[in-house]
């Protein structure tokens, strides 16, 4: 190759990066600067401690538990609602990890004190349940181990994801965003709808489906999901536009649940801009994330106030299934892509032809 052909090469690739830089910063933007709010003057006011009403005997599982905004839900459930138990579908991990996973809970729920009798009595089982969302038999699996051992399920809270990984794909060969924060929780929530539709017969039932979306939706493409793209890394798009069908898809399949199982109150929630472990991550990629920094304390809040709305989903007598909410507890249509209902009944017919090999649970 002659130097000028080179330098040509070397120049137009450098023009496609830049490309696909300048398109990743001006999504970022748009949604780090003109998204929502954490706490809007027309939010639901919802204080946990006072809101959250009694769970007693319920059973709920949380996927992605052991971070720190599914172990926020975990604890404020537990220690505000004493459901029965408390199942924690995080990546599989050793014995003693799991164990630390599960006394982290306990002790953020209710203290150091190991108290007895009544109080004791009334407190939360929290288990753990090995759960990989990137391999559908491990999301086999782990329903298959959770209806072996329970009879009922009244609060499924599909929390697991991921922001911000190098182009990759699943087990299946599903680019890993939606592989893992749709895919996966697809998968699992369709195994697991017998057994709510069984507890949705019991008296006083009120069974919840709670999808933990984004605003980071609006990244979607042009067209809101790429279908003819699932089964590859998606390597040509932005990690952005990755994370935001995978979150877009969410969406919808929270409207597709809502409308085929009435007997469940689903919704999909936004947590709001919060601080976590992954914020912390992303910081490392992201030169946005690392540039507004100094702005974070003014725009993010803790996961203490961000896990708020997972947790009206969960409990509230004010939530209408099938609807997407910001916090806490604000109603949004979204973009005309998070309005489609053809588009969300394409997805759950290419969700269903995906899944077809599965063998459902009874």
């Not at 538990?65 to 839900?73: N, P, V």
């Not at 009922?152 to 911000?164: K, P, S």
């Not at 999808?211 to 609006?218: D, I, P, Q, R, T």
Request: proline letters at 4%.
């Amino acid at each position: 190759m002659t130097s000028a052909l080179y330098t040509i090469v070397i120049g137009l690739l450098v023009i496609v990066a830049l490309r696909f830089a300048m398109v990743e910063f001006k999504e970022m933007a748009r949604v780090t600067f003109f998204g929502s709010r954490n706490n809007p003057s027309n939010g639901a006011s919802f204080e946990p401690a006072r809101d959250i009403p009694s769970l007693a005997g319920k059973v709920v599982l949380i996927t992605g538990a052991a971070g720190d905004l599914g172990r926020q839900t975990a604890v404020g459930l537990a220690r505000y609602g004493r459901p029965a138990r408390i199942y924690v579908a995080d990546l599989p991990r050793d014995e003693r990890a799991k164990e630390e996973a599960i006394n982290r809970i306990t002790r953020e729920a209710y203290g150091e004190s190991s108290s007895e009798g009544s109080e004791a009595a009334a407190r939360t089982e929290i288990r753990f349940l090995d759960l990989d969302l990137t391999y559908f038999q491990s999301v086999q699996k782990c329903a298959a181990e959770f209806t072996a051992k329970e009879s009922r399920l009244d609060i499924l809270v599909l929390n697991a994801g991921i922001i911000r990984v190098p182009a990759g794909i699943t087990t299946e060969g599903y680019e890993v965003h939606f592989g893992l924060n749709y895919l996966g929780h697809a998968l699992l929530s369709r195994l697991l709808v017998p057994v709510m539709l069984r507890t949705a017969q019991q008296l006083d039932a009120d069974v919840r489906v709670v999808v933990v979306s984004s605003e980071g939706y609006a990244m979607a493409p042009k067209g809101g999901i790429r279908f003819d793209k699932l089964k590859t890394t998606c390597a040509d798009m932005s990690y952005t536009q990755r994370y935001g069908q995978s979150k877009l898809a969410l969406i919808g399949h929270t409207r597709e649940l809502a409308r085929r199982y009435p007997q469940l109150k689903v919704a999909a929630v936004h947590p709001g801009r919060v601080m976590t472990g992954m914020g912390a991550a992303l910081k490392k990629e992201s030169l946005l994330v690392r540039l507004t920094e100094p702005l974070a304390p003014l725009v993010c809040v803790s996961v203490v106030v961000g896990v708020r709305n997972h947790l009206w989903a969960a409990t509230s007598s004010e939530v209408v299934s099938g609807t997407y909410y910001e916090p806490v507890g604000v109603p949004v249509k979204g973009s005309a892509a998070a309005r489609d209902e053809e588009l969300s009944k394409m997805l759950w017919q290419w969700t269903e032809n995906e899944l077809k090999e599965i063998k459902w649970l009874e």
